[in-house]
């Protein structure tokens, strides 16, 4: 069965400073691969996603992450970290060639010091 | 943008009551889940639905059923609450493999 690891269940980072979120996948196939924020109290928002082609994407408020397949992993950077990124962090992974079903990891607590 | 509207943000209810959660998206999309938010757990799927009265279990269905009778809505039912459905529950509108979700729904069984 396909599943989704998010080893670090926190995370504090200084205001400026560079941010990376771990992702790895176990999958038969290299899934379409996702990641979204939560802000306190609201939904899910979709920062990016792979789907093929180039290994790095680019998503909204600065973020982007790189597709490793040799790693089975989709980890999430961004060069300057801001307060107002401190937020839950979720990977999901959907079946290739599009399916709906979307698989989550169980999340990386983001916090920023000032 | 897609908006998908979940009737209530906080509830609280009775062991044993019959309790409704609704869902509205408004972009005509086919495909709704629900998913159930606890912390260390991340978000598990209960049911999904890719039709009009059409649906499908999703990971853990126990203690729930749902209802599609409108493609623009899909309803959470728990037929008699328990303490152990205290949890954040999310519905989401799915269209070409992007999720958009609601806000959440935190449900407090007392």
């Keep these: 069965a396909q599943s989704v690891t998010q080893p670090d269940i926190h995370i504090t980072v200084s205001e400026g400073a560079s941010l990376e979120l771990r992702c790895n996948y176990s999958y038969g196939a290299t899934p379409y691969l996702f990641w979204y924020v939560q802000s306190p109290g609201q939904g899910l928002q979709l920062l990016l996603k792979y789907f093929s082609g180039d290994t790095l994407v680019q998503g909204i408020k600065g973020f982007e992450a790189e597709f490793k397949r040799s790693q089975s992993s989709f980890n999430l950077r961004k060069p300057s970290v801001h307060w107002s990124d401190a937020a839950e962090y979720f990977c999901a992974v959907a079946p290739p060639g599009g399916g709906n079903k979307l698989t989550f990891g169980t999340g990386t607590q983001l916090k920023v010091e000032l | ?110």
């Design chain 2, 1 to 110: 943008d897609v908006k998908v509207t979940q009737s209530s943000r906080y509830l609280v209810k009775r062991t044993g009551e019959k309790v409704f959660l609704e869902c509205v998206q408004d972009m005509d999309h086919e495909n709704m889940f629900w998913y159930r938010q606890d912390p260390g757990l991340g978000l598990r799927l209960i049911y999904f639905s890719y039709d009009v009265k059409m649906k499908e279990k999703g990971d853990i269905p126990e203690g729930y059923s749902v209802s599609r009778e409108k493609k623009e809505r899909f309803s959470l039912i728990l037929e008699s609450a328990s303490t152990n459905q205290t949890s954040m529950y999310l519905c989401a509108s799915i269209y070409g493999s992007e999720a958009f979700f609601g806000q959440g729904t935190r449900l407090t069984v007392v």
